[in-house]
């Protein structure tokens, strides 16, 4: 300090002594706000304290689809002969939950879960479909017309929890009887489907919980979480592909107290669900 110069007084030698920690608490709040203001949204969420309008007068219901597995040798490779209903895995706690968040989080008017087989004549009543482990699934020459008259009427189906290569290879060939001349193409951001409720910036893969238990995400291989979509001639997606990820075990266990660990997980299988839900009623 030079001669003659004012000496600080203690309120200013109090603000420079704790200048590093107010520097500190501001890289901290620039970090931290993004990811905070993501939990706030999704706790005001669930509890019903915002919904958001914009969506008011749009109706959804979980409609799961009963099909045919596969039997012998191919049914033991892909589910290791522990289900015999291998369509059922994760219900009804997983659409029961999942209903119940949708409706909390927005103002869509959602109705009663429900379970289909392809020939059901209410089929056309509901525009969206989920269909869970279909690695495992048989369609008759029937079902696939149905299918694909339904799809191509503006319907959506979603495949959810099959893992790895030689699942994905046994839903390309089961789709192929649908659509045998389109193929899956990859969705990733910017597409809209990852900014139509939460934001996301890339799409997440959520650990089935015998996974979690591993200490693992991924299982059978399947290393890397992939959305895909059969389009329209639109560009509409009408098959939404949920690969090497299981969004139905977050949605079945978020109530599970006993796995505390695990709620993170359930967290992003409700967003990302919600995304794709919601892109799927406004588009």
Wanted: without cysteine.
């Amino acid at each position: 300090m030079t001669a003659g110069a004012a000496r600080p007084g203690a309120w200013w030698r109090r603000v420079l002594r704790q200048a590093p920690f107010a520097v500190a608490v501001a890289g901290l709040l620039t970090f931290v706000a993004p990811a905070l203001s993501l939990l706030v949204k999704d706790a005001a969420a669930q509890s019903g304290v915002f919904k958001e309008d914009r969506f008011a007068g749009l109706q959804w219901t979980f409609v799961r689809v009963k099909y045919t597995p596969t039997q012998g040798d191919l049914a033991m490779r892909t589910r290791f002969g522990f289900w015999d209903d291998p369509w059922a895995i994760d219900a009804p706690a997983a659409e029961q939950n999942l209903s119940r968040r949708v409706q909390t989080a927005t103002s869509i008017e959602v109705g009663e879960p429900l379970v289909m087989a392809l020939d059901d004549p209410r089929l056309f009543q509901y525009p969206w479909l989920y269909l869970v482990e279909p690695s495992n699934a048989i369609f008759s020459d029937d079902e696939a017309a149905t299918l694909r008259e339904f799809l191509l009427r503006g319907g959506t189906l979603t495949l959810d929890d099959f893992h790895g290569s030689f699942e994905w290879d046994l839903t390309v060939r089961l789709l192929a009887k649908v659509f045998p001349d389109r193929e899956f193409v990859d969705l990733s951001p910017p597409h809209p489907i990852f900014t139509s409720f939460y934001q996301f910036e890339r799409y997440p893969q959520v650990p089935g919980l015998g996974s979690f238990f591993n200490g693992r995400t991924w299982e059978k291989g399947g290393y890397t979480a992939r959305l895909r979509a059969i389009l329209d001639d639109t560009g509409r997606p009408m098959v939404l592909a949920n690969w090497n990820t299981d969004m139905g075990d977050g949605w079945e266990w978020s109530n599970a107290e006993e796995y505390p660990g695990y709620l993170k997980w359930t967290t992003v299988a409700y967003q990302m669900m919600i995304n794709e839900v919601v892109y799927t009623l406004t588009h």
